[in-house]
């Protein structure tokens, strides 16, 4: 063995060959904060982002059945048609915005997936996206990952975590290129309403923008109706929406997403899937046929089940002097817990060793969460009840 294979062995050397954007981006705030829950007894977890539902009983016997039928092979690249139809059925029944299914809509491997090729697809060299902080953990990376420029937009409980007209232009620049969307939005819950969007709507078409809508959670809209922005007038020609099947319908293993779009840039999204992902999982594809056709009543029952979590989560911590926004979707609360004194890491790290309660620190989401904490209410009633009861105990 030589010096320099010697060398190659080094961890250090290993280390500073790799790329650097990938080198200098930071773990992801929630896996590293969970990764010391996951290893407590009897913890109770208000963190993670995922339906606490089984998946609908149709969706399961149907993937059963599929297996049972020999459905274990690729599909096309851009997944089954069947599949492709129901979306758009789906989407034009639901929000009435028509999307042809063997151009328009291809299905990704969840919609972290469809994030990533929507973005890729469209960013040159520095290309700037505009996107309100705080956010979901992803959008900051997937954007430098692309060669793109982060261009995060403050947002506050002031104005319900949500952009406006006023505070986009603020962030303009001369590169920015793509508005990026998430609503309702993880970590607050906060969504547009009609007369919002159409404000943001206009801001798009006034500076040319191309815009990225990630609306994951829009069958989880519980103050008013979700409205697609690619239903506004000359919005449907510069949008990739994207949505899926994780949230809605309980299906967060089955990872099925979709983004619907322009022709050509679903094409150009679909020529990256084809070399990086080939196609969505098989058996995926035909459980999400199912929720669709057979578990909208399941969809139903689990938003009215959040429904009254939402409000039983909202009561507590105000009741408790932790000012609580009350969230228009999602499955999130982002209570302020500036008056314990406390940074949201402190507050989060001692509410899980002396109360043995888990929460998210809102740095987890940028630097704009400092002050306040996600709570997921994806959990039963009494585990919220418990939860609230040691939280308030350890407030005072």
């Given at each position: 063995?030589?010096?320099?294979?010697?060398?190659?062995?080094?961890?250090?050397?290993?280390?500073?060959?790799?790329?650097?954007?990938?080198?200098?981006?930071?773990?992801?705030?929630?896996?590293?904060?969970?990764?010391v829950v996951a290893h407590r007894k009897d913890c109770?977890?208000?963190?993670?982002?995922?339906?606490?539902?089984?998946?609908?009983?149709?969706?399961?016997?149907?993937?059963?059945?599929?297996?049972?039928?020999?459905?274990?092979?690729?599909?096309?690249?851009?997944?089954?048609?069947?599949?492709?139809?129901?979306?758009?059925?789906?989407?034009?029944?639901?929000?009435?915005?028509?999307?042809?299914?063997?151009?328009?809509?291809?299905?990704?491997?969840?919609?972290?997936?469809?994030v990533d090729l929507a973005l890729r697809s469209v960013?040159?060299?520095?290309?700037?996206?505009?996107?309100?902080?705080?956010?979901?953990?992803?959008?900051?990376?997937?954007?430098?990952?692309?060669?793109?420029?982060?261009?995060?937009?403050?947002?506050?409980?002031?104005?319900?975590?949500?952009?406006?007209?006023?505070?986009?232009?603020?962030?303009?620049?001369?590169?920015?290129?793509?508005?990026?969307?998430?609503?309702?939005?993880?970590?607050?819950?906060?969504?547009?309403?009609?007369?919002?969007?159409?404000?943001?709507?206009?801001?798009?078409?006034?500076?040319?923008?191309?815009?990225?809508?990630?609306?994951?959670?829009?069958?989880?809209?519980?103050?008013?109706?979700?409205?697609?922005?690619?239903?506004?007038?000359?919005?449907?020609?510069?949008?990739?929406?994207?949505?899926?099947?994780?949230?809605?319908?309980?299906?967060?293993?089955?990872?099925?997403?979709?983004?619907?779009?322009?022709?050509?840039?679903?094409?150009?999204?679909?020529?990256?899937?084809?070399?990086?992902?080939?196609?969505?999982?098989?058996?995926?594809?035909?459980?999400?046929?199912?929720?669709?056709?057979?578990?909208?009543?399941?969809?139903?029952?689990?938003?009215?089940?959040?429904?009254?979590?939402?409000?039983?989560?909202?009561?507590?911590?105000?009741?408790?002097?932790?000012?609580?926004?009350?969230?228009?979707?999602?499955?999130?609360?982002?209570?302020?817990?500036?008056?314990?004194?406390?940074?949201?890491?402190?507050?989060?790290?001692?509410?899980?060793?002396?109360?043995?309660?888990?929460?998210?620190?809102?740095?987890?989401?940028?630097?704009?969460?400092?002050?306040?904490?996600r709570c997921s209410y994806a959990t039963s009633l009494?585990?919220?009840?418990?939860?609230?009861?040691?939280?308030?105990?350890?407030?005072?």
């Open positions: 063995m030589n010096e320099k294979t010697a060398n190659i062995k080094n961890q250090k050397d290993i280390s500073l060959r790799l790329n650097h954007k990938v080198r200098e981006l930071k773990p992801s705030g929630i896996r590293e904060f969970f990764d109770i977890s208000l963190g993670v982002g995922e339906p606490d539902f089984v998946s609908p009983q149709a969706v399961i016997e149907s993937g059963i059945e599929a297996l049972r039928e020999g459905y274990t092979h690729y599909t096309g690249n851009q997944g089954l048609l069947s599949l492709r139809k129901e979306i758009s059925r789906y989407l034009q029944k639901e929000y009435n915005v028509y999307y042809d299914p063997n151009e328009e809509i291809i299905v990704t491997v969840g919609v972290s997936q469809a960013i040159n060299q520095s290309d700037g996206v505009l996107f309100a902080k705080p956010s979901y953990v992803s959008y900051d990376p997937m954007i430098l990952l692309s060669g793109g420029e982060p261009q995060p937009v403050s947002t506050s409980a002031q104005d319900n975590f949500l952009m406006n007209a006023k505070s986009l232009e603020k962030q303009m620049k001369e590169n920015t290129k793509i508005l990026f969307l998430n609503y309702p939005a993880n970590p607050t819950g906060a969504s547009f309403n009609h007369k919002q969007l159409q404000e943001i709507s206009d801001f798009a078409i006034e500076n040319d923008l191309l815009v990225i809508s990630d609306e994951i959670y829009a069958e989880l809209s519980y103050e008013f109706q979700h409205i697609p922005i690619s239903a506004f007038n000359g919005m449907k020609e510069r949008t990739v929406l994207l949505g899926g099947f994780s949230k809605g319908f309980a299906m967060t293993g089955w990872r099925i997403g979709y983004a619907c779009g322009p022709t050509e840039w679903i094409k150009a999204m679909l020529k990256i899937h084809q070399y990086s992902m080939l196609c969505a999982p098989t058996l995926g594809q035909i459980a999400a046929e199912a929720a669709l056709k057979n578990g909208i009543e399941d969809r139903d029952n689990m938003k009215e089940a959040y429904i009254k979590r939402r409000d039983l989560i909202v009561k507590g911590f105000n009741s408790m002097g932790l000012s609580c926004n009350m969230p228009a979707g999602a499955f999130y609360v982002f209570p302020n817990i500036e008056k314990t004194n406390l940074t949201s890491m402190e507050f989060a790290k001692t509410l899980l060793d002396k109360k043995n309660v888990a929460v998210v620190p809102g740095t987890a989401f940028g630097q704009e969460g400092e002050g306040f904490i009494k585990e919220i009840e418990i939860a609230l009861e040691k939280i308030s105990e350890f407030v005072k």
